[in-house]
């Protein structure tokens, strides 16, 4: 299973990024009594059904072609990641620079384990959250998850 993700991940994370997406994930997974091929994109401003079923459209026929389950049936799912995914890369951290966010610490810290404020900066150690009371420098080696805080 590990072999399909690489493959699709290798060969077609270009193809998706010139569409002007982002491939967040790729899972190769049983649902449902079958397996699923599910790549997950994202862009700036978000993904909605019109964009999933542009990229399905795309996909299939190069799948065919690329065959990474050789001939194993599955079904091809596209999907966006969803409001309260964690923000895993630097690349989704810049997207949402400026956006208030929570983050869950592994262990506590000044007997906090989750700290909410504005994305502020981040490099490849740390980021920097502004609370109402100061700014918060977290390592990023410490850090469980990174989510937006989701109003309505």
Do not use: W
């Not at 002007?20 to 997950?40: A, C, H, P, Q, R």
């Not at 001939?71 to 596209?78: A, E, G, N, R, S």
Request: glycine share 6%; proline share 4%; charged share 35%.
């Amino acid at each position: 299973m590990a072999k399909v993700k690489q493959i699709c991940e290798e060969k077609l994370r270009p193809v998706i990024e010139q569409m002007g997406y982002d491939l967040v994930d790729v899972n190769y997974v049983k649902e449902n009594g079958g397996m699923s091929l599910i790549f997950t994109i994202d862009k700036d401003g978000g993904v909605g059904v019109d964009d999933c079923e542009v990229v399905n459209k795309t996909l299939d026929p190069l799948l065919d072609e690329l065959n990474p389950t050789d001939d194993k049936p599955y079904t091809l799912v596209v999907s966006s990641p969803g409001l309260d995914r964690p923000l895993k890369t630097d690349r989704d951290l810049r997207r949402h620079l400026k956006e208030e966010v929570d983050v869950t610490l592994f262990a506590k810290l000044d007997g906090k384990k989750v700290f909410t404020g504005v994305l502020e900066k981040f490099d490849e150690k740390s980021i920097t959250l502004k609370t109402d009371k100061s700014e918060v420098v977290l390592d990023r080696e410490k850090i469980a998850s990174i989510k937006l805080v989701i109003k309505f």
